[in-house]
């Protein structure tokens, strides 16, 4: 079943405030990595979840992964790239006519000519961030939120999340979301999986974290 995004969704910066923490690079993971899931951070994440309800399928491989390599697919997977499931995932705007901007992986230095195009023509976007260019290029992610573009997220490394364990989804999706909060005080709400490699086994492990899903 088909769920849509909220016509302002894209339009609005939809993360709630919190507190600005105190930003370091070096003090993040290796970059264009899966992090590392027994470091202190990671304990402290994983404190208080539960893992006992999220299905217990075999991760699958390749990155990204091909329906060949990993077949036969259970039906109740709801794998969206080869069965074209997006369960509660947003795909659509609302109503005909509707539509948003968005742009996956940045911040990089070509983000900078994008945002002067934006802001010429007055638009609104959507930037689905990664947590190692997030790192690498604070002062361009300020700029789109200065801006008043939304910031969500697309992980830490961009590594297929179906081919993870559930304790390395959440290192995915906290250090992505741990570099956006040192740098703008802002809590990213929604999260696109790289290659849109999801399924019902990620969709719970996302929901434990707070993450509304959009795929495209």
């Known amino acids: 079943m088909k769920s849509t995004l909220p016509t302002l969704a894209f339009a609005i910066l939809a993360t709630s405030v919190a507190a600005q923490g105190q930003f370091n ?31 217990k399928w075999t991760p699958h491989k390749g990155n990204p992964p091909t329906c060949a390599a990993n077949s036969p697919i259970l039906p109740e997977r709801c794998w969206w790239p080869c069965q074209g499931c997006a369960n509660t995932d947003h795909e659509n705007c609302p109503n005909p006519g509707d539509w948003g ?52 997220s697309h992980t830490w490394s961009h590594h297929a999340l179906t081919t993870l364990k559930n304790e390395e989804i959440v290192a995915e999706i906290k250090w992505a979301e741990k570099a956006v909060q040192d740098i703008t005080g802002h809590q990213m709400k929604y999260v696109r999986p790289p290659y849109g490699d999801i399924d019902d086994r990620v969709r719970v492990v996302l929901k434990k974290l707070g993450y509304t899903v959009v795929d495209w």
């Open 25 to 55: 690079a070096a003090a993040f993971p290796p970059l264009n990595a899966v992090p590392p899931i027994d470091s202190p951070e990671m304990k402290e994440w994983l404190k208080g979840l539960n893992f006992d309800d999220v299905p």
């Open 101 to 152: 901007i968005t742009f996956d992986d940045g911040p990089t230095p070509q983000t900078i000519p994008l945002l002067a195009t934006l802001k010429e023509h007055k638009i609104k976007a959507t930037f689905f961030v990664m947590g190692t260019n997030v790192v690498q290029n604070p002062d361009i992610l300020k700029k789109e939120v200065e801006d008043g573009h939304h910031i969500a």
